[in-house]
């Protein structure tokens, strides 16, 4: 299993492996909407019910002689394209995540001025001692 969305292994890498999968009940499963370690993200619509990749996993544990039941990616929870718009403006700056209108930017922190030629004194007067 690997799914369409898997950045770690993409689906290209996956399919190399894929074309070796040849001898009798070793079957490749390609999964939408789902990224990286298949059996815990691919979130079905069902209620109560296991992500998908568990569910073909379980399925085939328990019959591995059988065609492995892909039945359940019918039921996948597609990719959700929107947010709500409070935790795209903490991440983002704007309540769009689909628009480049940024929030007002936080006025900045005032910070003392940095005294460079007492950083470069500390750092010769520290470089000359030597320890014994």
Same mark, same amino acid.
């Given at each position: 299993?690997?799914?369409?969305?898997?950045? #770690? &292994?993409?689906?290209? #890498?996956?399919?190399?492996?894929?074309? *070796?999968?040849?001898?009798?009940? #070793? &079957? !490749?499963?390609?999964?939408?909407?789902?990224?990286?370690?298949?059996? !815990?993200?691919?979130?079905?619509?069902?209620?109560?019910? @296991?992500?998908?990749?568990? #569910?073909?996993?379980?399925? !085939?544990?328990? @019959?591995?002689?059988?065609?492995?039941?892909?039945?359940?990616?019918?039921?996948?929870?597609?990719?959700?394209?929107?947010?709500?718009?409070? %935790? +795209?403006?903490?991440? !983002?700056?704007?309540?769009?995540?689909?628009?480049? &209108? @940024?929030? *007002?930017?936080?006025?900045? *922190?005032? %910070?003392?001025? +940095?005294?460079?030629?007492?950083?470069?004194?500390?750092?010769?007067?520290?470089?000359? *001692? +030597?320890?014994?």
């Amino acid at each position: 299993m690997n799914g369409l969305l898997d950045p #770690q &292994t993409p689906i290209g #890498q996956a399919e190399l492996a894929a074309d *070796r999968l040849t001898a009798p009940h #070793q &079957t !490749f499963v390609a999964v939408p909407w789902s990224p990286h370690v298949v059996t !815990f993200e691919s979130p079905v619509k069902t209620a109560d019910a @296991a992500p998908c990749g568990t #569910q073909m996993m379980a399925k !085939f544990i328990a @019959a591995p002689e059988a065609p492995v039941d892909t039945a359940c990616l019918d039921d996948l929870v597609p990719v959700a394209w929107d947010e709500d718009p409070a %935790v +795209v403006e903490t991440l !983002f700056g704007t309540k769009d995540m689909w628009e480049n &209108t @940024a929030s *007002r930017a936080p006025a900045p *922190r005032r %910070v003392a001025p +940095v005294d460079w030629a007492a950083i470069a004194r500390l750092v010769r007067e520290k470089s000359l *001692r +030597v320890e014994r």
